[in-house]
């Protein structure tokens, strides 16, 4: 395919409408697409006015109840984006359990990430407490993981 098509395709891409292009000749195929930015207006209804000196009440009834929940737990984070597993291998026990007592340098689970598997160990020792995410399901850089009780 001449290289001066390709770029007079290009240019008819760039000046119209068309999204995507793709052409096919003595067995070579192009497709060339451009990416189309679109903004989405969403309206917000009107609601009621509120007292606002009640909403604040009730936001730091929730944050106190919060802070009591999670006082004096150590919270284990992701350290990668990726996904978590609690066990080895999909017919294997997992590496903790609630209730159980860890030490420092214990594994806790996998964070995979891009095919490689990348064990998540315990800066602390004490009791794993709760743990906040489900088998299988995507994690956040820094997202917690687990909740610890010192020992």
């Known amino acids: 395919m001449d290289l001066n098509l390709i770029k007079k395709l290009i240019k008819i891409l760039e000046?119209?409408?068309v999204t995507d292009l793709e052409v096919e000749e003595n067995g070579t195929?192009?497709?060339?697409?451009?990416?189309?930015r679109i903004a989405q207006t969403v309206a917000i209804p009107q609601a009621a006015p509120v007292n606002n000196?009640?909403?604040?009440s009730v936001v730091k009834t929730d944050e106190k109840k919060v802070v009591d929940?999670?006082?004096?737990?150590?919270?284990?984070?992701?350290?990668?984006v990726g996904t978590f597993y609690r066990a080895p291998a999909?017919?294997?026990?997992?590496?903790?359990?609630?209730?159980?007592?860890v030490s420092v340098g214990s594994v806790l689970c996998i964070v995979e990430a891009m095919k490689l598997m990348n064990e998540i160990e315990s800066d602390i020792s004490g009791k794993i407490v709760k743990i906040l995410v489900e088998n299988g399901?995507?994690?956040?850089?820094?997202?917690?993981?687990?909740l610890i009780q010192k020992s």
């Not at 195929?29 to 189309?36: G, Q, S, T």
């Not at 999670?70 to 919270?75: D, F, K, R, V």
């Not at 999909?90 to 007592?101: E, F, K, L, M």
């Not at 399901?137 to 687990?146: A, R, S, T």
């Open 15 to 17: 000046t119209s409408d």
């Open 29 to 36: 195929r192009v497709k060339l697409a451009k990416k189309v």
């Open 53 to 56: 000196q009640t909403s604040i």
């Open 69 to 80: 929940e999670n006082a004096g737990l150590h919270e284990i984070k992701s350290p990668i």
């Open 90 to 101: 999909p017919d294997a026990d997992s590496y903790v359990q609630v209730g159980d007592n």
């Open 137 to 146: 399901k995507p994690v956040e850089y820094n997202q917690p993981l687990f």
